[in-house]
């Protein structure tokens, strides 16, 4: 009888140790299944920054060779990516630091922190597949074009109204007119270039029209300017239709032609119908002829009023003052002028150091010779 008094007390031992370990087992299990988890997101995240950085590396190796090769410049869109890209490196980085570094006293949020690293390292790759990852050869060639500073108060107010319509969606057909030699080409290149600089639109394409117009030469000028082939292609409809579907890839771009002088039918030419984000913008001395080309909004470019137009004058005569003998002269070439800045300018650079009153009075006669339409000053 005590040797089986005996067993059952040791079975009765043994079983409360049994149930002591299952009862430690049972409060220990969920800490070990949480690190078990933890482990497992980190190697899942450690699988995925690695697909990543392989990701990485091919991008960067074809932008070396594209760059050397063609000279092509990588989109800002992949310049942003690979920022991007490196900053979640160095997120994960740290994050697995201050694992490491507290990996027996997890806070249950690192499971969350896991799952969101992992979220993100994933839409990472998905936004790194690129169509492709440099700009076409218009868009990787545009520089900003040589300009000079603009004169008159009416320049600025034209720039702004015109910035102004190019940010309205419901504008797409813009115009800006004023005669011949106002001004018009200068401030056209300064809305060229401000559209460089801006993100709105992926394209500008400015053609400056000189010489005869026709269909032929717009439709080679326009293809020239957007980086398309039409040269092989003689047929004037065909060309039209190569022309628009170029530009219809475009996306948002803006068409710029500057010294329009007479009236095409866009489908002719081949540009696509501006539409929102797309926007067609002309230059021309005539407001008749903005209108019939269905700009929705007309800018006049003013001559310079008499007292900004004097002051140009003097600038690039050197002289504040002029002598009494030449000042009634001088007031007067300055209205010949007409307040045209380019007119000013190059007759007070040929007076400038001049003291021989026959000079002046010779401009001035020359002047009043080609006088025509350029006798519009306002005096103010």
């Known amino acids: 009888m005590e040797f089986f008094a005996l067993a059952a007390d040791i079975g009765s031992q043994f079983l409360e140790n049994i149930l002591e370990k299952v009862e430690v087992f049972n409060k220990l299990w ?9 482990d497992g997101s980190r190697q899942t ?20 060779f594209a760059e050397f090769h063609s000279g092509k410049k990588q989109k800002r869109e992949v310049e942003h ?10 997120d994960v980085q740290g994050m697995e630091q201050l694992i490491g570094d507290r990996k027996y006293s997890l806070a249950p949020w690192w499971e969350r922190r896991l799952e969101k690293e992992i979220q993100e390292v994933e839409e990472l790759c998905e936004l790194g597949k690129f169509d492709s990852l440099v700009l076409d050869a218009d868009e990787s060639s545009r520089v900003e074009l040589l300009t000079t500073k603009l004169v008159g108060q009416n320049s600025n107010e034209v720039i702004g109204r015109s910035w102004a319509c190019l940010m309205n969606e419901q504008v797409l057909r813009i115009g800006v007119y004023g005669v011949e030699g106002v001004g018009k080409t200068e401030i056209m290149a300064h809305i060229y270039n401000q559209l460089l600089q801006d993100e709105t639109f992926d394209h500008v394409y400015q053609v400056n029209l000189s010489g005869d117009f026709s269909i032929h030469k717009l439709q080679s000028d ?3 300017e957007a980086g398309l082939d039409l040269f092989e292609e003689e047929d004037t409809r065909k060309r039209a239709a190569n ?23 866009e489908d002719e030419v081949g540009i696509p119908a501006p539409v929102q984000g797309c926007k067609l913008i002309i230059s021309s001395r005539s407001l008749r002829l903005c209108q019939r ?14 007292r900004e137009a004097e002051i140009l004058f003097r600038k690039n005569t050197g002289l504040s003052d002029f002598a009494p003998n030449v ?23 040929r007076l400038n150091g001049v003291d021989d009153i026959n000079e002046w009075r010779c401009t001035l006669n020359e002047l009043r010779e080609c006088r025509g339409s350029f006798s519009a000053v306002r005096l103010s």
């Open 45 to 64: 995240l450690k699988r995925k920054l690695e697909t990543l950085c392989c990701l990485e590396y091919d991008i960067n190796k074809t932008l070396e």
């Open 327 to 349: 000042e009634q002269i001088a007031k007067q070439i300055i209205v010949e002028c007409g307040g045209l800045p380019g007119k000013i300018i190059s007759t007070a650079v």
């Open 243 to 265: 022309l628009h579907k170029g530009l219809v890839k475009r996306k948002k771009y803006v068409v710029m032609l500057d010294g329009l002088s007479s009236y095409f039918n």
């Open 293 to 306: 080309m269905g700009c929705q909004e007309a800018i006049e470019i003013e001559p310079l009023p008499y």
């Open 30 to 38: 969920p800490s070990v299944s949480y690190h078990n988890r933890i």
């Open 81 to 90: 990516w690979l920022r991007s890209v490196q900053r979640k490196k160095k």
């Open 222 to 224: 326009i293809a020239r």
